[in-house]
Each structure stands twice: as C-alpha cells, then as structure tokens.
C-alpha cells in the first residue's frame, strides 16, 4: 500500500485494522516517517542517560538559536515495546514551532515491571534538566508529555513528587503536561495485557496518576479520542475531573470519531485532516509559558 493511499485511509475511523496492522511491525513509523518527514534540523542521537542499553535518548533542536523551552515526549507501546526512533515525526512537529525535543528509550516489560519505567523517565528529565542546555534547551522551561503508555508515564511524573524527588529534583521543575490518550485512571489488576506488568505494585492506586492530584500539580493539557477502544476517555475525564477539585488549570478535549493510534498520527500534518492536535497542543505550550493556560 502506497503512502498516499494510507494517509487517505487514516483520515476515517472504519480502518481500525490497518492501522494496528501498519504499527504491530518494526518498519510501519519508520515508512511514513521516511515519507513524510522533512528531518532538515539537528539531530543528537543515541545519548545514554543511564547504565542500560535502554537508557538512550535523542534530542531533536531548531537550526539555530538557544534558550528554546523543551519537550520531553514519552511514547507508548502498552509498557511492552517501543523505539526513540520511530517517534521523530512529534519530534519534527514541535521543533518546527521552536521547542527542542527530548525522546527516550527506557525500559520495558518483562525485562522490568513497575514503577522501573517509571523511574527510567525521571532519570532522562533529569538529563534534560542538566544537559539540554547544550543543545538550545532552557532548563527552566521543561514540559512533558506523551502518548497512551507514555502520558501515564509523563503524568505520574508530573504528580507523584517521589519519583523526581529520588533523581533529586521536584515537579515545581515541570511547568505543564500535555497527555494524548492516557489511562490515568485504569485499574491494571482487571487486564490480563497489564496485569504482570504491575504485579509489583503496592496497591492499585499507586499505579494511577488520578491518584497523586494535588493542588501543586502542573497545568495540564488532556486530550482524547471519542472513539478510542484501547484506553477510554474516561480516563482523562476522571484526571481532569480531579485536577478542577484541586483548582489546576486544565483543559480536556475529546476528537469526535478518533481512535487511539488516530490521535497520535495527527502529529503528521499529512495525516492530521481536520484534527487541529498539533495546534491544540502548541497553543498550550505558549499559554503555559505565559500563564495564560485555563
């Protein structure tokens, strides 16, 4: 199937099967990106932040100029897989916009269970919040996000202080989150996929972000797809829900007839169709900065 044909298909929610077919295989991202993607700005790859060969991470930087605000983006991959490489296309769209983006590897299942994966995305934020400065990076003006596996990642990140505070940072150092399609608030004891996977928890709600809700949580962006059967909405209805209670600024919004790959392959502009996610998204990273963010 040709690019052109593909990135036609995607723009409609009655080929949930292509799709899942294009990104169960190695070479589905890496296609489009090699279609799609311009790659004309600098690229640091293979850094290591840690001792596992899992512990590498990119940076993604406009051509010029210093001082940018910085995105750490984690993919998602249901805890179980995923590569740095493949995400370039969110990289690309967002150093576009003048942010530099850090994407890290960090380890999965069975190699490790909860809360290592966890733990491994502290310890790259705290890469970036020492070294991004060599690369344009302000590490004053850090922000996460990700997608599905990845924004639980990010979130718990952004919530739950124990894990930054353990690579000797707090989350005052996050200064918003912007979350696609995350289960914030899923039960991972009910799902055979996830259930080895947290084994090791102490309890369920220590798995969840919802959870970790106070009122010292950074502003937060949620967005979701209506028609996402892989992690409901009512995960980012229900974090969402807990952050007004604790007066967080947070704006949630759900993409009608959009599924769980759909809301992430938006970050292709070739793909996005009349999915605004990529301006959303960087409408509420200037608003953080600015303070501006309801």
Request: glycine content about 10%; aromatic content about 10%.
């Amino acid at each position: 199937m040709s690019v052109l044909v593909l990135a036609r298909a995607l723009k409609f929610t009655a080929i949930p099967a292509l799709v899942a077919s294009l990104l169960s295989g190695c070479s589905g991202l890496a296609t489009l990106n090699a279609a799609l993607l311009s790659q004309d700005y600098p690229v640091a790859a293979d850094i290591a932040y840690g001792p596992d060969p899992r512990h590498r991470l990119d940076v993604h930087r406009p051509e010029d100029g210093s001082g940018h605000p910085v995105v750490v983006f984690f993919y998602g991959g249901g805890w179980k897989n995923g590569d740095r490489g493949d995400y370039r296309f969110v990289a690309e769209a967002l150093v576009k916009r003048g942010y530099v983006v850090v994407i890290p590897d960090y380890r999965v299942y069975p190699a490790v269970r909860f809360p290592s994966f966890i733990e491994d995305g502290a310890r790259a934020v705290a890469w970036a919040r020492e070294n991004v400065g060599r690369y344009g990076g302000d590490p004053e003006r850090i922000y996460l996000g990700g997608h599905s596996a990845g924004a639980h990642l990010g979130a718990m990140l952004a919530l739950n202080r124990h894990y930054l505070q353990a690579e000797g940072l707090d989350t005052d150092i996050i200064k918003g989150f912007f979350g696609l399609a995350g289960p914030y608030a899923f039960d991972p004891t009910e799902y055979r996929s996830t259930r080895n996977i947290f084994a090791t928890a102490e309890n369920r709600e220590s798995t969840q972000p919802v959870t970790f809700v106070t009122g010292r949580a950074p502003p937060m962006l949620l967005l979701h797809g209506a028609g996402d059967g892989t992690v409901y909405p009512v995960n980012s209805k229900e974090l969402a829900k807990a952050l007004r209670e604790k007066n967080v600024p947070v704006r949630h919004v759900e993409y009608p007839d959009t599924g769980h790959i759909a809301i992430l392959l938006a970050f292709y502009p070739e793909l996005a169709g009349s999915l605004p996610l990529i301006e959303d998204v960087t409408r509420a990273l200037r608003e953080f900065e600015a303070g501006t963010f309801r």
